[in-house]
């Protein structure tokens, strides 16, 4: 596309054409069905030949025959050379080797110090070691003896002096009631202040009051109890198949006509069953003084509303 100079894209880019595209053509292949490596699957691979275990035989090495690493080498003795070693040492000692007189002793028991170098330890003696002469401490402190006693229900026994008796009325804390309470009726200017506006419930707490008479009371009748039991004129009847004891007598037999039975009418897909429509139902409802009482009554004013304004 040309600019305002005259130039085209590619010109003013500085490419002499555009970029070929590549995949142009090309057949679709899904990325999960594409092969890993095509160029393994295509004309003819490198094929290697396998690998060598090593044995003694030369066909394990690289190279076609043995090859020593040191050629007309001598031979080495090494008992010979170790001998050497040992006669070159020994020129080295100033003299004989050391030999001791004896064998080791052996101990003959715990305790013994037979066969050690040093001897006895006077240290480790068994003997006592000698002591000073004892001398006893001298005599405690003589004082009175403590009093006894723990201080309760005791005199004389603590350290300071004596509690003086005090005398305590049995009645003392209902004297002193009295008296406080008599102090306070006296400051008393009038009977206790009552309020008249106190709220009241919008219904009264006992359901099951009335201010209709009560009924009188119903007495209950006796029932006169006979002192005679009742006792029937005859034993009962009993049933033997031909009712005989029975009060009425066997029914005559009657023959019921026949009559042949109608089929049941059954009933065809096209034709609907009538089905009432059902009635109102009923929904909670609010009264109207709930109402009333909801929307005068809110969290600024339900402190200060009575009853009465209502």
Known sequence: MPTEGGKTDMERIGLFSEMEYIS?????????????????????????????????????????????????????????????????????????????????????????????????????????????????????????????????????????????????????????YKRDNEEHLRLLKGSPFKLN???????????????????????????????IPFKPSSPGKKGGGMKAGTFDPYPSHSDDPYVVKLAKHISRKDEKIFHPPSGPKSRPVESIMTLNVRRALNMKNYKTASVQSY
Not at 217 to 222: A, F, L, M, Q, V
């Open 24 to 176: 142009v053509g090309d057949k679709y292949v899904s990325q999960f069905n594409r092969p890993f490596n095509e160029a393994a699957s295509k004309n003819r691979q490198m094929l290697s030949g396998g690998s060598k275990i090593l044995s003694d035989l030369q066909a394990g090495y690289f190279d076609p025959h043995f090859e020593r690493i040191f050629e007309g080498e001598g031979y080495v003795n090494l008992n010979q050379m170790r001998r050497r070693y040992m006669m070159e040492e020994a020129k080295k000692n100033l003299g004989k080797a050391f030999l001791p007189s004896s064998g080791d002793k052996k101990p003959c028991g715990l305790g013994s110090y037979y066969g050690t170098i040093g001897g006895p330890v006077p240290f480790f003696s068994a003997l006592s070691k000698p002591r000073e002469k004892y001398q006893a401490p001298g005599k405690n402190l003589y004082t009175n003896p403590g009093k006894k006693g723990t201080g309760y229900g005791y005199a004389n026994v603590t350290i300071g002096k004596q509690f003086s008796h005090s005398a305590d009325f049995y009645d003392a804390p209902k004297l002193n």
């Open 197 to 227: 506006l106190y709220p009241r419930e919008y219904f009264d707490s006992n359901p099951y009051f009335s201010e209709k008479p009560l009924p009188p009371i119903k007495k209950e009748e006796k029932k006169v109890l006979l002192s």
